[in-house]
């Protein structure tokens, strides 16, 4: 038996003669915002915003960006400008001479550079083993 292969799944379907659902809808909500604004406004001010409203449910509707729908480039700045930001300082090399320059009190002042190992668990495993070694050690050598 044989099935048939759907094709051309990428393709949105044309509901209302040339335009999709989501041209139809983003064309017929920037005529809708024109049209609030020109019974709310003066005509010659809801002209002047109405304008932009359009070219921007135009671009919606119509325009590719790299390949790619309007709105993805759209809700893409929309979070990278809302969105928490990661600044990151690259730190200077110090220079010979700054590094000379430390004060006596500096110097005689031990820092405290805490131990890194490897692995914790081999820590404690050496521990555990010295342990046991000194621990045999006393018990043959009661002193």
């Known amino acids: 038996m044989r099935f048939q292969t759907p094709q051309f799944i990428g393709i949105e379907d044309k509901i209302l ?3 999709t659902l989501k041209q139809f809808i983003y064309l017929a909500g920037s ?9 709310m406004l003066p005509h010659i001010i809801a002209f002047t ?9 135009c671009m919606l ?3 590719k960006y790299n390949g ?26 110090k ?7 430390k004060t ?5 002042e031990p820092v405290y550079i ?16 010295i342990h046991d070694i000194t621990q045999e050690k006393q018990d043959r050598n009661p002193l």
């Not at 915003?49 to 449910?57: H, K, N, S, T, Y």
């Not at 790619?68 to 090399?93: A, D, N, R």
């Not at 006596?104 to 005689?108: I, L, Q, R």
């Not at 490897?118 to 555990?128: G, P």
Request: zero cysteines; charged letters at 20%.
């Open 61 to 63: 509707s119509f325009y």
């Open 104 to 108: 006596a009190a500096e110097e005689e």
């Open 17 to 19: 003669g040339p335009l």
């Open 95 to 101: 220079t010979i001479s700054q590094t000379q320059k």
């Open 68 to 93: 790619k729908p309007f709105i993805v480039l759209v809700e893409s700045v929309f979070t990278f400008t809302m969105g928490t930001k990661l600044y990151i300082w690259k730190k200077k090399e």
């Open 114 to 129: 805490p131990k890194l190992s490897d692995s914790k668990l081999k820590d404690l495993a050496w521990s555990l083993d």
């Open 31 to 39: 005529a809708g915002a024109v049209a609030v604004l020109n019974f």
């Open 49 to 57: 915003i109405g304008i932009p409203i359009v070219i921007f449910g």
